[in-house]
């Protein structure tokens, strides 16, 4: 079946840093992928989002390449922020469908 | 603003005390749709709706309704609440159904305690 694994948190780190939280999925055929982020006491909102192979999607210094041959999408930052503490979401949409999976979550805490 | 409204934000009740969370955006989207939101579970699906009068159950419909009677309100129904129904509840809506990575816009939340 179709599903989404996301390393688990929380990660932390200090102001600068460079970070990764690895997403890796399982589907048929070819889904399209999104990171989306929750910060503190809020909805989701997108981050980025990539819908074929080899796409890159980028949004406020976040990438994330769409990696069929590892079906991976993982999320890199190369100097994260106080201001990026939040929950990421890595979601799998497959192919042809209305009906969005979403692995576990990551807490990302920056210090100053 | 653009933007998905959830009420309450915050609900205590008793089991089997009927409730409703309301859900309403004003972008005219045609799609919506709830989650709930557990901790080691991430977001799962419980109901969705591609238009007026369109509904579908998602992965975790059990113990809830929906009814979608006009465009911009999507009512989350929950008859008899039950303890596990306990969690952090989103409503969420996009311009159409997903496919081809339409974005969805997310409400605050509805913080939901069945006692």
């Known amino acids: 079946g179709n599903s989404v694994t996301q390393m688990e948190g929380p990660v932390t780190l200090s102001e600068e840093a460079f970070l990764t939280i690895n997403c890796t999925y399982t589907a048929t055929g070819y889904p399209s992928l999104f990171w989306y982020v929750q910060y503190p006491g809020e909805g989701l909102q997108l981050l980025l989002k990539?819908?074929?192979?080899?796409d890159k999607g980028s949004n406020k210094g976040f990438e994330a390449t769409y990696r069929k041959e590892t079906t991976s999408f993982h999320l890199e930052k190369g100097s994260v922020q106080v201001s990026d503490s939040a929950v990421y979401f890595c979601?799998?949409?497959?192919?042809?469908?209305?009906?969005?999976?979403f692995g576990t979550g990551t807490r990302l805490q920056v210090f100053p | 603003e653009a933007q998905v409204t959830q009420n309450p934000r915050y609900l205590i009740t008793v089991t089997g005390k009927k409730l409703t969370v309301t859900c309403s955006q004003n972008m005219n989207h045609e799609y919506m749709s709830w989650y709930r939101q557990d901790p080691g579970l991430g977001l799962r699906q419980i109901y969705y709706?591609?238009?007026?009068?369109?509904?579908d159950k998602g992965d975790v419909p059990e113990g809830y309704k929906v009814s979608r009677k006009e465009k911009r309100n999507f009512p989350l129904i929950l008859e008899s609440p039950s303890p596990n129904q306990t969690s952090l509840y989103f409503c969420a809506s996009s311009s159409h159904g997903l496919a081809g990575g339409i974005e969805q816009f997310f409400g605050p939340g509805t913080r939901l305690t069945v006692l």
């Open positions: 990539a819908t074929k192979a080899d």
């Open positions: 709706s591609m238009n007026v009068e369109v509904t």
């Open positions: 979601a799998l949409l497959p192919y042809n469908t209305d009906k969005l999976i």
